[in-house]
């Protein structure tokens, strides 16, 4: 005799081409119970992929976002996982990229006759409800050789703390900080863009 458990995995094995009312009706099983445990099956095994984004997670300082954590999964575990998902679970784990950069004051390269500072749109409201609403930027500086300075500057989006370009110089030339811009918005289309506030000190 076929266990009901069997018969559910043909059921699924089959329903990209037949229905799942007509395999449900010829196995004798009710829909209802096959729905059933095809939700427990999609809460076990996203408790074993939540399992997994932890340890990458803590395996690399907690400093990886979703995108780094998605390839880990792919690369370490051969887990094939949307990125979308890999966010939601790490957002129902409430772990998110921890992005700790050291405060720089650097004078602007921008001569004061061609500056413009703009109205303060985001008013310390670091709060997003969705990617792509709200981006910083920030320029720190590393030590390296004989008195030298690298300095890295990057953009994070505040909804996951994710960094979504960088750029390294050893200048503080304007053209280094559009590089830094212009790398994060390529990634993104421009409907995707349409309400995006980026901001920068």
């Given at each position: 005799m076929i266990s009901n458990k069997y018969k559910y995995l043909i059921i699924k094995s089959l329903s990209s081409?037949?229905?799942i009312k007509l395999l449900c009706e010829i196995s004798n099983i009710s829909r209802s119970a096959y729905y059933k445990w095809t939700n427990t099956s999609n809460q076990c095994k996203d408790r074993e992929i939540m399992d997994k984004i932890l340890a990458i997670y803590n395996d690399n300082r907690k400093v990886y976002g979703y995108r780094r954590i998605k390839i880990s999964l792919k690369r370490t575990f051969g887990i094939n996982v949307n990125h979308k998902k890999v966010l939601r679970l790490m957002q129902k784990l409430k772990i998110q990229s921890i992005i700790k950069m050291k405060k720089f004051k650097y004078k602007n390269p921008i001569p004061n006759e061609y500056a413009k500072?703009?109205?303060?749109?985001l008013n310390r409201n670091f709060e997003a409800k969705t990617l792509n609403q709200k981006w910083v930027a920030d320029i720190t500086y590393l030590r390296y050789g004989n008195g030298c300075r690298a300095y890295p500057s990057a953009m994070?989006?505040?909804n996951n703390n994710e960094i979504i370009g960088y750029k390294l110089s050893t200048s503080l030339e304007i053209e280094f900080v559009i590089d830094t811009v212009k790398t994060a918005i390529s990634k993104c289309?421009?409907?995707?863009?349409?309400d995006l506030i980026i901001h920068s000190d």
């Open positions: 081409k037949f229905s500072i703009e109205n303060n749109v994070m989006d505040l289309s421009r409907e995707k863009l349409k």
